[in-house]
């Protein structure tokens, strides 16, 4: 994506900016065709028209926007790591527009119906007394989003499922003598845990913890697929890895649990590949990582 793209998202006042903004994302991607896009991203038809075509949503989805990015950014290309970044902002700029939406911000939405009325132009007193509830709307949704924001915070730290990044952080605070909690640089450090893996349905004893960039996760080892989610924590615990298509040079892929879902609902638990061209290691399979994955790697023939 363009500095100029990016600089426009981060200006974007509408859902009709949005929308205007995934057209030109598309188009510089290399306008692929929807077949494409609902290919590497999971997507239907259907969705894709809805987000860029001529009827488009009138809010669309946080799901399907950064799915239909990520598809679009793989499509030409983008490294993971690099493409992990663009989708965070799409989400960052989508998420500060429903904001605005849901506390009366009167974000514009995509019309094809010129408007029925105008408005009376307010006068000088009714403009002030609209400003100031506006500010008290504001400043009321502010600070109850801050309190939601540090009760989920704390809640979540204490009720965390086993498998998810944040308990595994938690249950490392304090590690036993015989499982390090820190990834040795230029390689990976096994670690003592037991993890609930709700995509096999299954537990795996004992991780490996390994540095790594910011980086898209997808559901098979290769930037076809669909993108699940970003991995955003450094170091990570990952479970094994396996060999698929060829990123950066290398076609090591590393089996874990991601951090923020590309999918609604998530796919089971947000787990998926990350290419090895995004973790630490001066050779892969990274050095101390001895675990080869035995499952499926690749979805099966229809």
């Known amino acids: 994506m363009t500095a100029g793209v990016q600089t426009r998202l981060t200006q974007a006042r509408s859902w009709a900016d949005y929308q ?9 991607c290399g306008t692929p065709k929807y077949d494409a896009v609902s290919a590497r991203g999971g997507l239907p038809k259907s969705a894709v028209s809805g987000l860029i075509g001529r009827n488009p949503q009138r809010r669309p989805t946080e ?6 990015v990520a598809a679009c950014l793989a499509h030409a290309g983008v490294a993971p790591d690099l493409a ?7 989400r960052t700029a989508w998420r500060r527009l429903a904001t605005l939406d849901e506390a009366g911000g009167h974000v514009e939405r995509p019309t094809h119906a010129a408007p029925v009325a105008t408005r009376a132009v307010p006068t000088p007193v009714g403009r002030r007394w609209s400003k100031l509830r506006w500010s008290v709307t504001v400043g009321v949704a502010a600070l109850a989003c801050v309190a939601a ?13 086993a498998g998810h990044p944040a308990a595994f952080a938690a249950a490392d605070a304090h590690p036993a003598a015989d499982a390090p909690a820190t ?6 450090t096994p670690g003592q845990a037991r993890i609930p893996d709700a995509r096999l349905k299954r537990k795996w004893d004992g991780v490996f913890l390994c540095e790594n960039d910011r980086s898209l996760m997808y559901r098979w080892p290769t930037v076809d697929g669909m993108p699940t989610a970003v991995l955003r924590t450094s170091p990570s615990w990952f479970i094994c890895w396996t060999r698929g298509q060829e990123v950066g040079g290398d076609d090591v892929w ?6 923020d879902p590309l999918t609604d609902p998530p796919i089971p638990s947000t787990w998926g590949f990350l290419p090895a061209s995004s973790v630490h290691s001066a050779a892969h399979p990274a050095a101390g990582l001895t675990r080869q994955c035995t499952f499926p790697t690749e979805p099966a023939p229809r």
């Not at 799901?63 to 239909?68: D, G, H, M, N």
């Open 20 to 28: 205007a903004l995934l057209r030109s994302l598309h188009v510089e």
């Open 63 to 68: 799901s399907a926007s950064l799915r239909f």
């Open 84 to 90: 992990a970044v663009q989708v965070e902002e799409w």
């Open 149 to 161: 924001f540090v009760l989920g915070a704390v809640v979540w730290q204490q009720f965390a499922p």
């Open 183 to 188: 990834a040795s640089r230029g390689g990976c």
């Open 254 to 259: 590393y089996y874990t649990q991601g951090d």
